[in-house]
């Protein structure tokens, strides 16, 4: 039995834990969906659960604690202002795991983390910035060429 055990640990030192779940934390607000390995789904969906919690009321103190979990104050404002919105007849249950096979290097168990109702297009947040900056270098190389 795995009473007052505490949390897992994940193989890691406290601080590289730390880091690693606030790193998984920011992705997973700014996408709203992230594949990670199993074990690592687990421990992250408490504390996005938590986090959504904490937005949904709206005092200085909240938001505060949000901007010191994530250090960043573009997915606390993204919380307080559409996720807790989005689940405010919601009780709990904001995240969901989705088992999604294994990974073929090591075998690892792997899970995709999402919001429940999450919005499709946050997925695209980087990709339409990335898109345009190879218009702006198939612009640049043209008249290179043509020079030559």
Known sequence: MRHKMG???????????????KNMLNSLVKYEQITTTLPKAKVLKPQADKLITLGKKDTLQNTKT???KLQDEASASKIRKILSKRYENRKGGYTRIIKA???YGDNAPMAVIEFVD???DAKKIDKKK???SKEVDKKVEAPKEATV
Do not use: C
């Open 66 to 68: 949000l901007v010191s």
């Open 118 to 120: 999450r919005d499709i």
């Open 7 to 21: 949390y897992k640990k994940l193989n890691r030192t406290s601080e590289h834990r730390k880091a690693l779940i």
């Open 130 to 132: 990335k898109e345009k």
């Open 101 to 103: 096979g294994f990974r």
